[in-house]
């Protein structure tokens, strides 16, 4: 199953207030940046047909893939000068980089990219700065048991931040956690069919757009997971992945982890 990642914007929180013009997917993890853990994962599970949707700072994910160095992340023999990989990364996948504007709204970067899914009646997709842990093929199984159009992983809150119930006169009836309240936040990986692009017009939102459009009808499922998943919209928390990563505490690589194969997918 093809996975079309969104990878083209700003990323202006993630800059810190420099001038650098690195896109948010290429923030290092550890020796990768995150566009590189996103598809590990899910390379791992079989699915290693991949649609970046360019857009901001394109020229450094391309020279990232056009300059891969697999020696990073594999073990490999020095012989007679030459280095001979024990295991490769990306071998095996196929990257399709296609220039979706520095503007566009995420739906209207995958209508830009439409053509490239040869029909595909499902598709994978992703805004390539997420990490998690989730079971990605009860995820997309669960979803083809259903008539959906489109299925949106959901988690729980992440903000630490608490709401407060006003009573009469300003006095406050109670004070609940936020990641304690019955909510659920949009999580970023996506199993989608064709008919989303129904409800996407021009420069329009997957989510605001597409996924409101398929629930209003009835036709948007949500895949619940309560496990690792950590968003990198900011310096701070792209910084805590990173020392997780150093510390071995890397949950979201599904693929280091004893015990568990890749399940094939087409």
């Avoid at 995820?139 to 489109?150: L, N």
Wanted: charged share 25%; proline share 5%.
């Amino acid at each position: 199953m093809k996975v079309v990642l969104f990878c083209g914007g700003y990323g202006l929180r993630m800059r810190n207030g420099t001038s650098d013009d690195t896109p948010k997917p290429m923030a290092m993890v550890g020796p990768r940046p995150l566009i590189w853990h996103v598809m590990r994962y899910y390379a791992h599970y079989g699915h290693k047909e991949f649609i970046l949707c360019l857009g901001y700072g394109a020229h450094h994910i391309k020279d990232f893939f056009l300059n891969y160095e697999e020696t990073t992340s594999n073990d490999f023999v020095l012989r007679n000068g030459r280095a001979e990989l024990l295991s490769t990364d990306i071998a095996d996948w196929t990257i399709t980089f296609a220039q979706t504007g520095t503007e566009s709204p995420i739906g209207e970067r995958l209508r830009r990219v439409r053509h490239h899914l040869d029909g595909d009646e499902m598709f994978l997709a992703n805004y390539a700065d997420v990490l998690t842990d989730a079971p990605l093929p009860e995820m997309i199984d669960r979803f083809t048991r259903t008539d959906a159009g489109a299925s949106m992983m959901v988690v729980p809150p992440q903000s630490s931040f608490h709401c407060v119930d006003l009573g009469e006169n300003g006095m406050v009836g109670g004070i609940t956690a936020v990641s304690e309240m019955p909510l659920w936040e949009n999580g970023g990986y996506f199993v989608l069919r064709q008919e989303v692009f129904d409800h996407i017009p021009e420069d329009g939102d997957l989510v605001a757009d597409g996924c409101a459009g398929l629930a209003k009808g009835g036709r948007l499922l949500a895949y619940q997971h309560r496990g690792f998943w950590k968003p990198t919209d900011t310096v701070k928390e792209r910084a805590a992945l990173d020392a997780a990563y150093a510390h071995g505490n890397r949950p979201w690589a599904v693929w280091e982890q004893d015990g568990r194969t890749a399940v094939g997918a087409s």
